[in-house]
């Protein structure tokens, strides 16, 4: 009877290693385990899918407004895409988007990324912002920048407002607006919308998603001049 019961003794001093290796990390509910999971969806991580660039070189090979347009000159330089107010009518706002290939649906794919870089005049807050899901200049998605700590998020139909899916607000100091370089970027992670200003996601962000108008992506100035640079869509 000795040996039997050596042999039992044995393999009940193996069981807690069986178990361990039968554990999975993604079955807890432990602070170990959210910080996988919220590696694993950062948004700025490098796309697997397909993507669209744009360096608003002056080649102008995907075709942006230029010229003189509607009291606006639209300009590609070395220093990016510049608009300028030409007009004394300042209610008035210049936009400018391309549309993208039907591979980069923006209503289709569940995940994109989409950023862009505002520079305006020296020591000056940027005035305008990123258009997205752009159908013509009266239904599309716009990340606004106002003065030194306003950002508006909101969705144009029809020349109006949605007022189902609208939000104006002070941006607090984690989000704080910068005078000279300030960067956007909207992240679709299924059915919401994470928005970000220098890398920092807005207090009021997610936003449910909501279908857009059209596939176009571009810029928006409200001010008097202000240049951009480094648009670009990513999917994951």
Known sequence: ???????????????????????RPVE???SDWLAIETGAVLPFRTPSGPSFSESFTEENPN??????????????????YQLERRSADTSRAARAWVTLS??????????????????????????????????????YSQIRLIGPNRVL???????????????????????????????IAVWRR?????????EKELPTSPFAFRPLR???VGVLMTGNWLSFRNLSVRTQ
């Open 102 to 139: 039907n591979r980069l649906n923006l209503n289709k794919i569940d995940t994109f990324l989409i950023q862009i870089d505002l520079l305006p005049q020296t020591d000056t807050y940027p005035a305008g912002g990123l258009l997205f899901g752009v159908a013509d200049s009266l239904n």
């Open 28 to 30: 807890s509910a432990t």
């Open 214 to 216: 059209g596939n176009g």
């Open 1 to 23: 009877m000795y040996f039997p019961k050596m042999l039992l003794l044995y393999f009940l001093s193996l069981f807690p290693l069986v178990l361990r290796g039968q554990q």
């Open 190 to 198: 299924g059915r919401q919308l994470h928005v970000f200003v220098n």
């Open 153 to 183: 998020v909101q969705q144009v139909v029809n020349g109006k407002p949605d007022v189902t899916f609208v939000s104006a607000h002070l941006a607090r100091a984690t989000v704080a607006l910068r005078s000279g370089r300030n960067r």
């Open 63 to 80: 075709g942006w407004p230029t010229g003189l347009r509607a009291g606006f000159t639209y300009t590609l330089k070395p220093i990016g």
